[in-house]
């Protein structure tokens, strides 16, 4: 089948520069890195919001609570957070992307007991397992973390130790005993010995408050679960919501609840009645919101991270055209609040991904395939998958939940709370030394408001350096591999492994075979089923061939194995 494209397809020439990065250049990352370490310590270590979980109490649940949380020594592994070689080296207390430091100043002053949230580096530092060990891949999507999984473990200790008074009083005295037979430094480390034994002192006296701030706060949450599971993931093939979504989250689908619920609860406390936002909570799930499209699960991969400057527009949609407010809109997913978003965070990671390269492919290449596989690429492919590209493709038959999330109540929703996330007078100084005040842009340059419409909805393509280092592909990761992609009609799987970090070098991806689950456990016990019927979960598309200014562009190589296999080397260059 082949179909021609116009008007939204963008055109571009055969001699359009490609990027490519051959082994001889496999530490061109390592060395920006090290020439942006500022960055990249904000990147990896920076919390997203100034508000979070007590770092004390996330330390001892795994001793309490080691059913919910594994035991101490797993370090959260059962969520998929990982350690870097550097923050294993350097003996963190915590693993990557869980970070106890905002590194920059709270609006409401520094907090006596400091709160761990996710770090960007949660969701986009990624890992290989190579010969010579795990490769952390900096800019790729950590395609093991459960973001799900680790917020439903914080709901299940809930209803298991704070359900109640005297089950709270009981687990606060757990939780202090834990805390008080630890040795001095136990917690910190050598890092800060004397904040330590003060921020012990301090959480101590106030832990009930403590516990039931947060169990207030969760149990709140909880509604914005449940609205999504009677509204946009309301089919009986919804995704999961409480965990088995291995490097995936839904910013938008999660974030647009959150944000509601935000609004009911504002519009209480501003009436200054006393039983108001008790009577908000409870009518929350009982009204229909126009911002949330009904029955449109819209799950989605963590995306890579790397070259931002070759993308031109943000999110798989080209939704939101500033880089800064990208940073934002993923910020406030994490903080749920926008009062407590790390704006500085946000600029600051703008700057160092804007020429991040992504890492080169760390296993052999045959060089002279590749080079035949690279005319392939320049004739077929580089039309639509070039850096800058904005376009934005509607009709390529990919699953389009995702690119139906916006509404005109859902883009006002976002613009409201996306800019009051922005500290009054917030300036910052962009990669290319011009002075950017986010509050100053015109608001279609922050959220595209024509992407309400359908005939403009769809997804971007751009360029695809470090692809493989990208897998699963398509927006909603249902396709395991790039031999996958490129021979759609060649047993494309249905249900396949998640969350291995083993290469499958052949066929260019992340470990799939699900007859290798069992196996696969054993090395990465996150490693679960990914099923491509569930809403919004489709491996369709990318597999008919398409007329590209008159000319036939390859997509589906099922049927030319030497081309395909020409066109998969040449792809693991870029």
């Known amino acids: 089948m082949s179909i021609a494209f116009t008007g939204s397809w963008a055109t571009v020439h055969s001699e359009e520069p490609i990027r490519s990065h051959p082994q001889a250049e496999k530490d061109a990352q390592v060395a920006y890195i090290e020439g942006n370490r500022t960055g990249y310590e904000w990147f990896a270590h920076a919390a997203n919001s100034f508000q979070g979980v007590p770092f004390l109490l996330l330390r001892t649940l795994p001793e309490v609570e080691p059913e919910i949380w594994g035991a101490p020594d797993e370090k959260f592994s059962r969520f998929g957070f990982a350690f870097t070689a550097s923050d294993r080296k350097e003996n963190r207390p915590l693993p990557t992307g869980l970070s106890w430091d905002p590194m920059s100043e709270s609006p409401g002053g520094a907090s006596p007991v400091r709160s761990v949230s996710l770090a960007c580096g949660a969701c986009h530092i990624g890992h290989v397992r190579t010969d010579d060990g795990v490769l952390d891949l900096v800019g790729a999507p950590n395609t093991q973390i459960d973001v799900r ?31 008080e037979s630890k040795p001095a430094g136990y917690f910190y480390g050598n890092e800060d010995p004397e904040r330590e034994t003060t921020e012990r002192a301090v959480f101590v006296q106030h832990l009930s408050s403590v516990l039931d701030t947060l169990a207030r706060r969760i149990t709140s949450n909880q509604l914005t679960v449940h609205l999504q599971r009677i509204s946009s993931y309301g089919k009986d093939n919804r995704p999961p919501l409480n965990g088995g979504s291995v490097g995936q989250s839904d910013g938008s689908g999660d974030l647009i609840p959150k944000l ?177 005040s986010p509050l100053d842009l015109d608001p279609d340059d922050v959220v595209n408001a024509n992407r309400v419409h359908e005939e403009h909805q769809g997804y971007i393509a751009g360029g695809i350096e470090g692809v493989w280092a990208r897998a699963p592909y398509l927006h909603n990761g249902s396709v395991p591999t790039l031999w996958h992609l490129l021979s759609p009609h060649r047993d494309r799987p249905t249900r396949f492994v998640r969350g291995s970090i083993d290469y499958d070098r052949d066929r260019v991806g992340l470990a799939w075979n699900l007859s290798d689950l069992v196996f696969l456990r054993k090395r990465d016990p996150i490693a679960t089923l990914y099923d491509t019927t569930r809403d919004g979960c489709s491996n369709s598309g990318h597999d008919f061939d398409v007329v590209v200014d008159g000319k036939l562009r390859k997509l589906d190589w099922s049927d030319d194995d030497a081309g395909r296999d020409q066109l998969l080397e040449y792809l693991k260059t870029l």
Request: hydrophobic share 40%.
């Open 149 to 179: 999984a680790w917020r439903r473990a914080f709901e299940l200790t809930v209803e298991k130790r704070l359900s109640s008074p005297e089950m709270a009083q009981a687990f606060a005295a757990d939780v202090k005993a834990k805390i």
């Open 260 to 436: 509601l619920l935000l609004d009911a609860v504002s519009t209480a406390q501003a009436s200054g009645n006393a039983g108001a936002i008790p009577d908000a909570l409870q009518r929350f799930l009982g009204q229909r919101y126009p911002a949330i499209v009904a029955d449109n699960a819209t799950v989605t991969d963590n995306v890579s991270t790397w070259m931002q400057v070759d993308r031109s527009v943000a999110q798989l949609d080209g939704s939101v055209r500033s880089p800064f407010f990208r940073n934002i809109a993923a910020s406030l997913a994490v903080a749920g609040n926008p009062q407590n978003v790390n704006a500085e965070n946000a600029a600051i990671c703008v700057n160092f991904l804007h020429r991040l390269p992504p890492p080169a492919y760390p296993f052999e290449i045959d060089r002279e395939k590749a080079e035949q596989g690279k005319q392939l690429f320049q004739e077929n492919c580089l039309v639509c998958h070039f850096p800058g590209n904005k376009a934005v493709y509607h009709n390529v038959g990919t699953d389009m939940n995702r690119a139906r999330v916006l509404r005109k109540p859902t883009v006002d929703l976002f613009l409201r709370h996306f800019r009051a996330s922005i500290p009054q007078g917030f300036k910052y100084t962009d990669a290319n030394g011009t002075e950017v």
